[in-house]
């Protein structure tokens, strides 16, 4: 319930900061924006602590995944858009992680027999000149070789030609066994002046690949907001209706944390959702709720076990771990 304060209204400036003896230490490179995102205990740090204090709302015209690569990229956080099919929702997730800061996963590959055609349409679809041959066609089977846009003339080949004919095979690759520091692939990358090094697991099946042109992105980026694996960390939005379906999805997709998403959050429908992600998930799944706007609604959800409250109505929301 909302309250009406008799005290007298204050302006901003009516009230001046004091400022305390600036030393040595007080200088830019000292500066900390670290934000932790969810609730921890006292003495502990929390288990995401975003590096600059920036989330985006759970919007669609906010929240895609462009917008929690780029808000990763810099050291914040996006919660991707929950108004859209389970399905949908989860791929965007998958393809946030999928940017992970070094090692990638292939999403350009074909079984050997492709025709260049395909290989073209493929290209247009993903945006990548770089497609794996790997021996089922999947991200992860028995590396075969790659091939470029420069490893063939749209123009001069026959298009419903096999890529095997055109594709560099994996004898003449330079490539690198899992378990290979991201610091060694890069100098990899640079003494054989090559754009992408192929990572292979013990029994040579395609496990990531590092690309050249991600190195300048990772240096340009150090407050990147990753996880443990060096992919991008990334939320999403949740309702009270659909969740023992929609969480579990997400949940397979890789994603970090979810909140639900709602105009009043004083609910009791928030209060199930949470409880039943604690059932199934332990604390391994942080649950934001919201949105409140007093002191009753706040204390409701931090007590149902909310890991952060989203505070405010409108445009102006702001989020508090409990």
Known sequence: MAKVLPDVSRTFNEYLLLPNLTDERCIPSNVSLKTPLVKFQKGEKSKYEANVPFVSAIMQSVSGEEMAIALAREGGCSFIFGAQSIE???????????????????????????????????????????????????????????????????????????????????????????????????????????????????????????????????????????DENKSYIVGAGINTRDYEKRIP?????????????????????????IDWVRKNYGDGVKIGAGNVVDKEGFYYLAEAGADFIKIGVGRRIHLHHT
């Open 249 to 273: 999805a997400l949940v397979e997709a890789g994603v970090d944390m979810i909140c639900m998403d709602s105009s009043d959050g004083y609910s009791v429908w928030q209060k199930n959702t």
């Open 88 to 226: 949908s929702q989860a791929q965007m997730v998958r393809n946030v992680k999928r940017h992970k800061a070094g090692f990638i996963n292939s999403d350009s590959n074909v079984k050997s027999g492709t025709t260049i055609r395909e290989i073209i349409e493929l290209v247009e679809k993903t945006g990548h000149s770089t497609v794996m041959i790997t021996e089922d066609g999947s991200p992860n089977g028995k590396f075969l070789g790659l091939v470029t846009d420069k490893d063939y003339r749209i123009s001069r080949v026959n298009l419903d030609e096999p890529v095997d004919k055109y594709m560099v095979p994996k004898e003449n690759i330079v490539w690198a066994r899992k378990g290979i520091s991201l610091a060694e692939a890069n100098d990899m990358i640079w003494d054989h002046k090559i754009s992408c090094l192929p990572i292979l697991d013990e029994n040579d099946n395609l496990a990531h690949l590092v690309f050249r042109k991600d190195y300048e992105d990772r240096k340009n980026n150090p407050d990147s907001f990753l």
